[in-house]
Nanobody, 128 residues
Framework: QVQLVESGGGSVQAGGTLRLSCAAS????????MAWFRQAPGKEREFVAA????????YYEDSVKGRFTISRDTAKNTVYLQMNSLKPEDRATYYC?????????????????????WGQGTQVTVSS
């Protein structure tokens, strides 16, 4: 089992910045990737960004490219999401997710079903 705990959400004005953190604990040694998803009220959970845990390759949803940066600290088992130039449409609950690596797939999943573990979510509000 892997436990994920997010932090760093909050309220900002458009154009502002936030940094989300997600600390993983438990059986983290076999994790293959970690990702951030978000879910706005009345909408489906959508992919935001992901990072390959061993190699560090990163992947982004088109609307956040150039504004958001995903990174990881393998020593701390923590993944970060630096969010710059925030827009009102970025408002959502942000969830951290981890791929356990059990299947052995080395790629990145862009849909929620590809991840085995989830954090509790952290709220991001952006006002115009």
């Amino acid at each position: 089992q892997v436990q994920l705990v997010e932090s760093g959400g909050g309220s900002v004005q458009a154009g502002g910045t936030l940094r989300l953190s997600c600390a993983a604990s438990g059986r983290t040694s076999s994790m293959s990737a970690m990702a951030w998803f978000r879910q706005a009220p009345g909408k489906e959970r959508e992919f935001v960004a992901a990072i390959n845990w061993s190699g560090g390759s990163t992947y982004y949803e088109d609307s956040v490219k150039g504004r958001f940066t995903i990174s990881r600290d393998t020593a701390k088992n923590t993944v970060y999401l630096q969010m710059n130039s925030l827009k009102p449409e970025d408002r959502a609950t942000y969830y951290c997710a981890a791929d356990s690596g059990v299947i052995g797939y080395s790629g990145i999943y862009y849909y929620p079903g590809g991840y085995d573990y989830w954090g509790q979510g952290t709220q991001v509000t952006v006002s115009s």
